[in-house]
Each structure stands twice: as structure tokens, then as C-alpha cells.
């Protein structure tokens, strides 16, 4: 898919999809599912979260984000690994240290799939998602202005 201003644009028929929070959702025309990223006007230009920006782009911080990010869904390990870009082999040797620390839990299987979501009564998860907020409001409070500045030139 295309990002571009808010919007994305479906590969399958060219339809532009809105985006305004993190979801999956239909396309109306090709009736295919789009996995919509966080996007507003302040992130739009941004290739990297802000928690990967910071903390560097190693695959626990890339599965972390992933998990901080879409907490309200559960994931198996292939679609983590396929949406993060880590490879199953290292996503094998990182995810039990995940679940040990109760950072993610089990919620349910389908078929042979075991799915997982982000363990949000975790005191770590807790955490993670509250130094999360911060660092996306810091970069906002940093970029509000020269956006304004834009605006007005």
C-alpha cells in the first residue's frame, strides 16, 4: 500500500482508505484487508515509531513497538515476525523471554497457531506503554511548533 497525508491507497482496486487510529480494516471495494499503522499529522513523515527511533531498530525493540503499538489484537508469531521484519529464528529465541516476563500473553489458539497479546495487567507492559506515550508526546511537543512555522510561511 501507499501512504500518503492520512490516507492510504489500496494496491488491489486504488481506493483510498482514511486512516486515523490502529486497526485492520475492509477495503470497500476490493473487500481485502488492509493493516492500517498509526498515522496523524504530526507522525505521517516518520519511516520509524518514535519508541524504534530511539531505542534502535533491534528486533526486541521492533517487537516490542509492534506489541506496544497494537495492543487490542491478538497475533501469532508468523504475523509478528511478518509485520516487524524479524525473522522467525530470532523471534523464536526472544519470545519466550516475552512470555516468561509476562510482557505477552497466550490468549487463544486457532488450529496450530497460538495467538498473543500484549499483557496489559504486566507492571513491564505497564511501564513500556506509559515511557511509549511519553516519548510520542516529547517528539510531538518538539514538532508542533516547526509545523506551525511551516504553516504560517
Known amino acids: 500500500m501507499f501512504r500518503k497525508q492520512g490516507f492510504l491507497t489500496c494496491q488491489n482496486c486504488k481506493a483510498i482508505l482514511?486512516?486515523?487510529k490502529s486497526t485492520y480494516m475492509i477495503c470497500g471495494i476490493s473487500k481485502k484487508y488492509h493493516h492500517?499503522?498509526?498515522v496523524d499529522c504530526v507522525y505521517m513523515e516518520a519511516k520509524?515509531?518514535?519508541?524504534?527511533?530511539?531505542f534502535g531498530?533491534?528486533?526486541i525493540v521492533k517487537v516490542l513497538d509492534f506489541f506496544l503499538t497494537f495492543d487490542s489484537f491478538d497475533y501469532?508469531?508468523?504475523?509478528v515476525s511478518e509485520e516487524t521484519g524479524v525473522s522467525r529464528?530470532?523471534?523464536?529465541?526472544?519470545?519466550?523471554?516475552f512470555v516468561q516476563k509476562k510482557i505477552i500473553v497466550k490468549t487463544r489458539e486457532i488450529g496450530r497457531a497460538e495467538m498473543y497479546?500484549?499483557?496489559k495487567e504486566s507492571s513491564i507492559a505497564k511501564v513500556l506503554?506509559?515511557?511509549?506515550?511519553k516519548l510520542a508526546s516529547s517528539f510531538a511537543e518538539e514538532e508542533i511548533p516547526k509545523i506551525r512555522k511551516k504553516v504560517e510561511a
Open 129 to 133: 506503554s506509559e515511557l511509549n506515550f
Open 117 to 119: 497479546k500484549l499483557n
Open 89 to 97: 529464528i530470532t523471534l523464536d529465541k526472544i519470545w519466550e523471554d
Open 76 to 79: 501469532s508469531k508468523s504475523s
Open 36 to 38: 492500517i499503522y498509526v
Open 18 to 20: 482514511s486512516i486515523n
Open 57 to 59: 531498530e533491534t528486533p
Open 48 to 54: 520509524k515509531s518514535i519508541f524504534v527511533e530511539t
